[in-house]
């Protein structure tokens, strides 16, 4: 059984006067501690410059790496868009046929 002055103390001051407290200390808590966070020194130095012969290095990588990946596409590509060359007279029909059902008028009027 608490103290009689303590449950008077908590009746004068609300149901929730301890939860508040509670709450309040943890959204100050959650507003500080990323501040103080970001507020540390960071000590990683930056990275060291490349020499000309490694720059040249990493750009031939990175360039023969591109050419991988448009030979890939090429050959995964390639098929499909042999398919799609299509005639002229081929999207004159679709798209004749798509203005009938759209309902306009073709266009030679």
Sequence with gaps: MPHPS???ALA???PHAD???VLRTLLLAALLLPGLAAAQPILQDP???ASPAERQRQLESFWSRQQQKEAEDRFWNGPKEA???LTR???ERWDYQRYRR???R???Y
């Design 6 to 8: 303590a449950c008077r």
């Design 12 to 14: 004068q001051a609300g």
């Design 19 to 21: 939860m508040s407290d």
């Design 47 to 49: 990275p060291a410059p």
């Design 83 to 85: 398919r799609r060359n």
């Design 89 to 91: 007279d081929q999207f």
């Design 102 to 104: 759209q309902g306009w």
């Design 106 to 108: 073709s266009y030679p």
